[in-house]
């Protein structure tokens, strides 16, 4: 099994683009996030998704849309770029067997928006 | 809601030496607790879970936890670092839905010689 994979490893933007982060998984995982990680700030949520078809916001939305129309993926776009979203991106997955298991982090991409 | 808080953003040990790395939660509700390892330019990996049951969880590479629900605490413990174990550990929570976490800052740690 791959895990979790993430492209592109990096990207720069200009302010204004657009861009899709992609996030794959080939654990048939129901559950996957979205979380950015910040110098001092942790990692915080932006999307989660708990079965395709069904998405949700978490902390830090505003910016960000995602869809999940497949078990396998859950892309992250970014409409209109902004500096303030310069940041490492993360995407996780995890299953449910009846007791909560561990989430499975991609490598990340690491965004950054001139 | 449920957060974490990681009382210490930098803890400089040096290598043997024993480390804690703080952590507290605040949850209403049944919690589940993780620390996350992040090596320099990696991602994240899960180092070891509270879910229920023994209040003690261990690590493979010698790190431990104890939940203690009296002080809402679940601080990483090792008795003896290396060079190695440096890096960023994430305490994190398990959000009421949608099975994603709720971290905690990090607290860099720094293992010289």
């Known amino acids: 099994n791959a895990g979790v994979t993430q492209t592109p490893k990096f990207q720069v933007l200009k302010t204004g683009q657009s861009m899709t982060l992609q996030c794959a998984q080939d654990?048939?995982?129901?559950?996957m996030s979205w979380y950015r990680q910040d110098p001092g700030m942790g990692l915080r949520l932006i999307h989660y998704?708990?079965?395709?078809?069904?998405?949700d916001q978490g902390e830090v939305p505003n910016g960000y849309n995602v869809s999940r129309s497949t078990t396998e993926d859950f892309p992250l776009r970014l409409l209109s770029a902004a500096p303030s979203q310069t940041s490492v991106y993360f995407c996780?997955?995890?299953?449910?067997?009846?007791?909560?298991?561990?989430?499975?982090f991609g490598p990340g991409t690491r965004l950054t928006v001139l | 809601a449920q957060s974490v808080t990681q009382l210490d953003s930098q803890v400089p040990v040096f290598e043997e030496a024993p480390v804690e790395l703080r952590c507290n939660y605040s949850?209403?509700?049944?919690?589940?607790l993780f620390w996350y390892v992040q090596y320099p330019n990696q991602g994240l990996q899960l180092l070891l879970k509270?879910?229920?049951?023994?209040?003690l969880v261990k690590s493979i590479n010698g790190f431990e936890a104890e939940f203690n629900k009296s002080q809402t605490s679940f601080h990483l413990r090792k008795p003896s670092v290396h060079i190695s174990d440096t890096a960023e550990y994430f305490c994190?929570?398990?959000?009421?839905?949608?099975?994603?976490?709720?971290f905690g800052k990090g607290t860099s740690l720094l293992v010289t010689p």
């Open positions: 509270y879910l229920s049951g023994s209040t």
């Open positions: 994190a929570v398990r959000r009421n839905s949608g099975y994603a976490l709720n």
């Open positions: 998704s708990v079965g395709a078809g069904i998405t």
């Open positions: 654990m048939n995982h129901e559950y």
């Open positions: 996780a997955s995890s299953t449910d067997g009846g007791s909560y298991n561990e989430q499975f």
């Open positions: 949850s209403s509700v049944s919690v589940y």
